[in-house]
């Protein structure tokens, strides 16, 4: 398993992204599958997740703005993020899980700045 996440880069406030993280090794049926994010200086902290039936949740931060979404045919987890803040500045790791294991992807780099 290889998580590959990308779709970071640089957004003014208001304006929109879309991250994805794909498996690109070995294709395995993921659990729950989710997005963190880290802050300078700050720790890493749950954004939104979404379980293998497809129910979600999201942090109450980015609630109404953020929506996590899957293809588990594409062995893929998305996150679409609106309205964008400069607090939302990070790095954004994906994570998926199976029942033996926790993955982790590299992380893409979020910059919410005018």
């Known amino acids: 398993v290889q998580l590959q996440a990308s779709g970071g880069g640089l957004v003014q406030p208001g304006g929109s992204l879309r991250l994805s993280c794909v498996n690109s090794?070995?294709?395995?049926?993921?659990?729950?599958m989710a997005w963190h994010r880290q802050a300078p200086g700050k720790q890493r902290e749950l954004v939104a997740s979404?379980?293998?039936?497809?129910?979600?949740s999201t942090a109450e931060s980015v609630k109404g703005r953020f929506t996590i979404s899957r293809d588990n045919a594409k062995n893929t987890v998305y996150l679409q993020m609106n309205s964008l803040k400069p607090e939302d500045t990070a790095v954004y790791y994906c994570?998926?899980?199976?029942?033996?294991?926790?993955?982790w992807g590299q992380g893409t780099l979020v910059t919410v700045s005018s």
């Open positions: 979404v379980s293998g039936s497809g129910t979600t």
């Open positions: 090794g070995t294709i395995v049926s993921f659990n729950d």
């Open positions: 994570k998926a899980r199976t029942f033996a294991r926790t993955y």
